[in-house]
DNA sequence: ACCATTTGACCCAG
DNA sequence: CTGGGTCAAATGGT
């Protein structure tokens, strides 16, 4: 299938410069063009290499999650002691030493924190869905924290050993921000086939009460065994920072989250090898475990979306709006995600990536061309 | 009936 | 001992 994936692999490193190229330009533009608003375009252009640096960063992050033939020893290990049988009587011995090892496994498991921006205006906030079935299965009040904290794990965890948990917090001191803390890497099968779902999860209306039950992406589980196809997720919330927090690097040597301003840092965190090792995994229509980056490919289309929709907000600073249009159920089929998901199939990246296609942006029914 | 969420209890590392 | 994280029975929704 694969017929030259380091060419393609190139291919879209290229594009994705180019386009980081293409920003920047727009940059010089907005700042020339309007001079009253050079802070503000200058915070759009920030937000837009933002983007694609993340974009870049991601792809190399999201290369790594063929996990299925690559393997981390330690997701594995602990995926293992989840199957292995035994005899009834050691079932127990089994049981307990697997319960500790599964806790030790957790101490050593990947984790890092998203940092995601929530639209409070309308009460209309990101599904927060990361593309995975979660179940919410306890929630604690965290001292000097005012919002208690949820914790969640695969749904699958049962069934397949999946072991990835995450913790969701309402920022204290901006409400409109909850971080995700994401433990492990999902080896559940939904990681193989679930790019990121599409929110038609979103909830509506959403109190503060129900705040962290918002994670569970229930609604969408069906639909993601049923369409074991990459379908681009569209992020209504901003991932506006994603933070490293403790990467053993037995686990993920090469795993790394460049700041934002450091994009010269990307360049060398993007091995050929990587992509050569990985990258077609995460793109084939066999499509992906988003896990690690839990993202990969979904957070290289959020991230270019996002810069769409970064610009239109900054043009109608209108950020709602924006959600909406993303976020309504019914927008769902009109929805640039199948446009994303139509490209992702052709499988062609060298000629089919169109990010570098003008008509590409265009062709979403953003709010900034509606009214 | 099944499944997800809630919530108090429990475990354990610091 | 304390607090974060997890378990599991109770509860609720479909």
């Not at 040597?253 to 301003?261: A, I, T, V």
Request: glycine share 6%.
């Amino acid at each position: 299938m694969e017929q030259s994936p380091k060419r393609k692999h190139s291919s879209l490193i290229h594009e994705l410069i180019q386009g980081k190229e293409l920003a920047k330009q727009l940059g010089n533009l907005l700042v020339s063009s309007s001079p009253s608003s050079h802070e503000a375009n200058e915070l759009l252009v920030d937000k837009i290499l933002s983007s694609y640096e993340k974009a870049l960063t991601m792809l190399n992050w999201g290369s790594i999650v063929g996990e299925a033939k690559t393997t981390s020893a330690t997701m594995m290990d602990s995926h293992c002691s989840f199957t292995n049988g035994g005899s009834p009587k050691s079932e127990v011995v089994d049981r307990e030493l697997d319960h500790k090892a599964v806790l030790k496994k957790r101490k050593t498991m990947p984790r890092w924190t998203e940092q995601v921006k929530i639209c409070s205006r309308t009460g209309l906030e990101g599904s927060l869905d990361d593309g995975y079935s979660w179940r919410k299965y306890g929630q604690k009040d965290i001292l000097g924290a005012k919002f208690p904290r949820g914790y969640y794990r695969c749904t699958h965890r049962n069934v397949q050993g999946c072991l990835a948990t995450k913790q969701v917090q309402r920022s204290d001191e901006d409400p409109t921000t909850i971080e995700v803390t994401y433990r492990g890497r999902h080896t559940c099968t939904q990681a193989k086939y679930l790019n990121k779902a599409f929110p038609s999860n979103i909830k509506m209306g959403l109190g503060e009460n129900q705040f962290h039950n918002d994670e569970t992406n229930q609604p969408i589980k069906e639909k993601i065994q049923e369409t074991p196809v990459g379908i681009f997720a569209f992020e209504t919330e901003h991932r506006v920072k994603t933070e490293e927090l403790e990467i053993k690097e037995d686990t993920f040597p090469w795993f790394s989250f460049p700041s934002q301003s450091n994009g010269s840092e990307n360049e060398d965190i993007l091995p050929e090898s990587t992509f050569e090792n990985h990258f077609t995994e995460s793109f084939s229509p066999a499509f992906i475990s988003p896990a690690t980056s839990e993202s990969n490919p979904f957070c290289l289309s959020a991230c270019y979306l996002n810069s769409t929709e970064l610009l239109c907000q900054q043009i109608q600073t209108s950020e709602s709006d924006i959600t909406e249009t993303f976020s309504a159920p019914t927008s769902v089929t009109n929805s640039p995600i199948l446009d994303l998901d139509i490209f992702l199939h052709k499988g062609d990246f060298d000629t089919d990536f169109p990010f570098n296609n003008p008509d590409f942006f265009s062709s979403f029914e953003l709010p900034c061309t509606s009214t």
